[in-house]
């Protein structure tokens, strides 16, 4: 699988945020074109625009092949100077990819002409809003630095044409790739799990030192008898509830049992910095990661990625990277072992949506510019992200980690592929762009290999991006 792309107009709008803080840098006559491209003559508010954005990515870049510990300096400018990208100094390797990115805008309303596509009047409504909210607010700011707001819609509008031009062409009703929604399934099936699981930490949950043997050997038979009972059929969201109660009834008896000893039971909620609360709750926080209920409404963004709460509503994250949060936390415990002490005048509520305590995860993939996972794409970890995606097929899963027990159910993803449910519209493109959206990037460039490109070097030593002034941005909500 491909590292994770999101739409271009999405991933731009995010960016937002980073984009008004350029300062420093005014427009004369001479520069005011910054490079022309096979004809077209790029301005030079598109060319600070778009390099202050490559800047960035150079940064990020840097800070992703940082060593241990170490820390890229951004305010040292005499050192950041020295850095290199890809073995090219860090200027070069700016003004190269700003230039290819600017004569990628200009394959792109080349191509989107050709086709005869036209933008619509929502998507020009998202534009005008995207511009608005990025420029209004720092209008002084970055008029006097040469960007225009018709250099900001310019860059914009290019995104969502990018976006048009990829979807005629991977699009599975008709597009020019011709595209099998089938094989579009079988994608996003591959690389995508639904589960539900417990956790049960293997760490005091005040000190976060390991459990001595005894309560360690306590939190492994429960999970073991946890995960021996799913196996023979037991239903996982009472499983779940029942965790949380035995949990629940241990912090509340705990003080006079023990003082301020921690017990096996105390520390089976899985306290940790991936993941609070009860184990039963699994709530877990990963970029690009999508958390599912009963998702009978659906709200969708152009970033393409879903997450599903337990109210059954889906909402859209525009930075193309989902965080997971818990599906349906239920308050309701084990009735065996709880109702008589804890509410003996009234019954324990029980869950009846199937889809509560339900998350859907990726499987972690590199990204274009990594040479490795970072740990933290592995959900709920890396050895246990790892185990769900050795095979699609459903099963239980017991996974011990250095300082947590997993108990998994991995259930048929496929079940809930429909319109009405998981594979919505955005799913449905987004798991595209996940499949072709470099083999899209490679097209367009060769679209463009026989582009003239005439650098203005006047102009590109004058936008130098070491010479931002970032100190004196506007807050700005970029959605």
Not at 123 to 131: L, P, S, T
Not at 222 to 243: F, P, V
Not at 311 to 322: H, I, K, L, P, W
Not at 395 to 413: A, Q, S
Request: net charge negative.
């Amino acid at each position: 699988m491909k590292g994770r792309k999101m739409k271009k107009a999405a991933a731009l709008i995010t960016a937002g945020a980073a984009l008004i803080s350029l300062a420093g840098c005014t427009v004369g006559t001479n520069t005011a074109v910054a490079v022309t491209i096979d004809g077209y003559k790029v301005d030079a508010g598109v060319y600070i625009y778009e390099s202050f954005r490559t800047f960035n990515d150079a940064l990020n870049r840097l800070s992703l092949e940082a060593g241990e510990g170490e820390e890229i300096d951004t305010e040292n400018i005499k050192e950041l100077k020295k850095k290199t990208v890809d073995g090219k100094p860090m200027l070069e390797w700016i003004q190269d990819e700003t230039t290819r990115r600017l004569t990628q805008l200009v394959g792109i309303e080349r191509k989107f002409g050709e086709l005869g596509l036209e933008l619509s009047a929502e998507e020009q409504a998202e534009i005008d809003y995207g511009v608005s909210s990025q420029y209004e607010p720092n209008e002084k700011m970055f008029k006097g630095n040469g960007v225009s707001e018709k250099s900001m819609r310019t860059v914009l509008e290019n995104a969502y044409k990018t976006d048009k031009v990829f979807m005629e062409y991977y699009k599975t009703d008709g597009g020019i790739e011709n595209v099998k929604e089938d094989a579009v399934k079988d994608f996003y099936a591959e690389n995508n799990a639904r589960i539900k699981l417990i956790e049960i930490s293997l760490l005091d949950k005040d000190t976060s030192e390991p459990l001595d043997d005894e309560k360690k050997a306590e939190a492994k038979d429960r999970a073991t008898d946890y995960y021996t009972r799913l196996k023979s059929g037991a239903d996982m969201n009472e499983l779940i509830e029942e965790h949380e109660a035995y949990v629940a009834q241990a912090e509340e008896t705990e003080p006079e049992e023990s003082g301020t000893e921690t017990s096996s039971e105390e520390t089976a909620s899985g306290s940790n910095s991936d993941t609070s609360g009860s184990a039963g709750e699994t709530s877990v926080s990963s970029a690009g990661e999508t958390s599912v209920s009963s998702a009978e409404e659906t709200s969708v963004s152009s970033a393409g990625e879903t997450s599903v709460s337990s109210a059954g509503e889906t909402s859209v994250s525009s930075a193309g990277e989902t965080s997971i949060s818990s599906a349906g936390e239920t308050e309701s415990g084990n009735s065996d072992e709880t109702t008589a002490e804890t509410t003996p005048e009234t019954t324990p509520e029980t869950t009846t949506d199937p889809f509560t305590y339900e998350t859907v995860v990726h499987s972690a993939t590199l990204a274009e510019d990594e040479k490795e996972i970072p740990d933290s794409r592995y959900v709920p970890s890396k050895k246990s992200n790892e185990e769900l995606f050795k095979s699609t097929e459903p099963g239980v899963h017991l996974i011990e980690e250095e300082d947590k027990i997993y108990v998994i159910e991995k259930t048929d993803i496929r079940a809930r592929m429909k319109e009405d449910d998981l594979w919505t519209e955005s799913t449905v493109e987004s798991t595209l762009y996940d499949m072709y959206y470099l083999d899209f990037e490679e097209m367009l460039d060769g679209w463009c290999v026989d582009y003239t490109v005439s650098r203005n070097m006047a102009a590109y030593k004058r936008y130098d991006p070491f010479k931002f002034d970032t100190s004196d941005a506007a807050p700005v909500n970029p959605y």
